[in-house]
T-cell receptor, first 114, second 112 residues
Framework: AQSVSQHNHHVILSEAASLELGCNYS??????LFWYVQYPGQHLQLLLK??????LVKGIKGFEAEFIKSKFSFNLRKPSVQWSDTAEYFC????????????FGGGTRVLVKP | DTAVSQTPKYLVTQMGNDKSIKCEQN?????MYWYKQDSKKFLKIMFS???????INETVPNRFSPKSPDKAHLNLHINSLELGDSAVYFC???????????FGQGTRLTVV
């Protein structure tokens, strides 16, 4: 069965600190990878995606993620966070061979202190 | 224009009632989904339709029945509501299977 793991459930950091959120998936073969953000009380919005090509992808709001195929990982990074980055972050994986079911990780709640 | 719209945004109802949540997308996408987000923010796929055909049906009680009258709409009907059905339900759509999903605003269902 396809699974997606996000290692950190809660992250608390101060403004200007760097952020890295881990994401690992268990499925082999071709995968499409996504990071979504959910601001308090809002719906999910796409931060970035990886389908193929350069494994370092840049998204909106200064976020980037690196796909490391050998580690089955797709970690999210931001060099300097702002208070407005306080949100829940979800990694999601779509495995072609698993019927293209978009499966989400458990989410990481990020709190940025001003 | 709202890309994926759900109604209602909030739904409070008593146990045992039957309720529906409607979803419409104006993106021209072929694939639509229903997800359930529990109180711990865990997102679980419930159903997926591609061009009005059911393609994913997760382990969901058969009290939940999706209906797709056309590829722009995917409604969710829930019979005999239970306390455990309280959650936020998100509708989403994608251009096709495997591409990024666009989410609606969510419907917060509270069963009392």
């Amino acid at each position: 069965a396809q699974s997606v793991s996000q290692h950190n459930h809660h992250v608390i950091l101060s403004e200007a600190a760097s952020l890295e959120l881990g994401c690992n998936y268990s499925y082999g073969g071709t995968v499409n990878l996504f990071w979504y953000v959910q601001y308090p009380g809002q719906h999910l919005q796409l931060l970035l995606k990886y389908f193929s090509g350069d494994p370092l992808v840049k998204g909106i709001k200064g976020f980037e993620a690196e796909f490391i195929k050998s580690k089955f990982s797709f970690n999210l990074r931001k060099p300097s966070v702002q208070w407005s980055d306080t949100a829940e972050y979800f990694c999601a994986v779509n495995a072609v061979a698993a019927g293209n079911k978009l499966t989400f990780g458990g989410g990481t709640r990020v709190l940025v202190k001003p | 224009d709202t890309a994926v719209s759900q109604t209602p945004k909030y739904l409070v109802t008593q146990m045992g009632n039957d309720k529906s949540i409607k979803c419409e997308q104006n993106l021209g996408h072929d694939t639509m989904y229903w997800y359930k987000q529990d109180s711990k923010k865990f997102l679980k796929i419930m159903f997926s339709y591609n061009n009005k055909e059911l393609i994913i049906n997760e382990t969901v009680p058969n009290r939940f029945s999706p209906k797709s009258p056309d590829k722009a709409h995917l409604n969710l009907h829930i019979n005999s509501l239970e306390l455990g059905d309280s959650a936020v339900y998100f509708c989403a759509s994608s251009r096709d299977r495997g591409t990024e999903a666009f989410f609606g605003q969510g419907t917060r269902l509270t069963v009392v």
